[in-house]
């Protein structure tokens, strides 16, 4: 259906495909902002109004954290040093780091991951995977899990424990740094449930030490 205009209508599809576009321009420009190490008050405030006029991405991951964040920092008219500091590390975190350092086209988003970083238990627990692993093969992180009397799931259950990020972001993934599982795994996380995010490094280290 088409709209008075001639253009598609506002189906929720449609919303979302907005949404999802909005979100990757947000990621474009977190990369450029963070590029030359320095934030400034004129790119805070630039940030703000961008989230501020694309409502419809505002409300979503990680939008809705950039945003709270952002508008908290500019609410006194000042931007000091301190501010910037954070703020850099929150867009650094969101534009996934340099990816030229590994040699791939992109890093995973540090921004979901649990903070502190959570003791992991294998044995019992369920475990999924997404992005790409500097350790191994995904055949390889499954194995680690198992041989040790861990559970692996291929999507986002109620049932599962632990999301392990890869390092390297996947070409499959809709957004540049983050996928699908990983905003549904927010999504759990915010609603209360038992799920633990967690990166490459973090659960290599706890292989290590079994």
């Given at each position: 259906?088409?709209?008075?205009?001639?253009?598609?209508?506002?189906?929720?599809?449609?919303?979302?495909?907005?949404?999802?576009?909005?979100?990757?321009?947000?990621?474009?420009?977190?990369?450029?902002?963070?590029?030359?190490?320095?934030?400034?008050?004129?790119?805070?405030?630039?940030?703000?109004?961008?989230?501020?006029?694309?409502?419809?991405?505002?409300?979503?991951?990680?939008?809705?954290?950039?945003?709270?964040?952002?508008?908290?920092?500019?609410?006194?008219?000042?931007?000091?040093?301190?501010?910037?500091?954070?703020?850099?590390?929150?867009?650094?975190?969101?534009?996934?780091?340099?990816?030229?350092?590994?040699?791939?086209?992109?890093?995973?988003?540090?921004?979901?991951?649990?903070?502190p970083e959570p003791s992991i238990e294998i044995p019992g627990k369920q475990f999924c995977f997404t992005g790409k692993?500097?350790?191994?093969?995904?055949?390889?992180?499954?194995?680690?899990?198992?041989?040790?009397?861990?559970?692996?799931?291929d999507s986002i259950t109620n049932e599962l424990n632990y999301l392990v990020i890869g390092v390297v972001g996947s070409?499959?993934?809709?957004?540049?740094?983050?996928?699908?599982?990983?905003?549904?795994?927010?999504?759990?996380?915010?609603?209360?449930?038992?799920?633990?995010?967690?990166?490459?490094?973090?659960?290599?280290?706890?292989?290590?030490?079994?």
């Amino acid at each position: 259906m088409k709209d008075e205009h001639g253009q598609p209508s506002n189906s929720r599809f449609n919303l979302g495909l907005r949404t999802d576009r909005e979100i990757n321009e947000l990621i474009g420009l977190c990369k450029g902002m963070v590029s030359d190490g320095i934030v400034n008050q004129a790119e805070a405030e630039f940030l703000a109004s961008w989230l501020t006029l694309n409502a419809e991405a505002r409300n979503e991951w990680p939008a809705n954290v950039l945003y709270e964040r952002v508008r908290s920092m500019l609410i006194d008219g000042v931007f000091d040093e301190n501010e910037e500091g954070e703020l850099l590390a929150l867009l650094a975190k969101v534009a996934g780091g340099n990816a030229g350092r590994v040699n791939a086209h992109s890093l995973a988003s540090g921004l979901p991951l649990d903070i502190p970083e959570p003791s992991i238990e294998i044995p019992g627990k369920q475990f999924c995977f997404t992005g790409k692993f500097l350790f191994g093969s995904r055949n390889t992180c499954h194995k680690e899990v198992t041989t040790r009397g861990g559970l692996v799931a291929d999507s986002i259950t109620n049932e599962l424990n632990y999301l392990v990020i890869g390092v390297v972001g996947s070409r499959d993934w809709l957004h540049s740094t983050f996928g699908r599982k990983i905003q549904r795994a927010v999504e759990y996380r915010e609603r209360g449930k038992s799920l633990a995010i967690v990166s490459e490094e973090h659960f290599v280290k706890s292989l290590q030490t079994r």
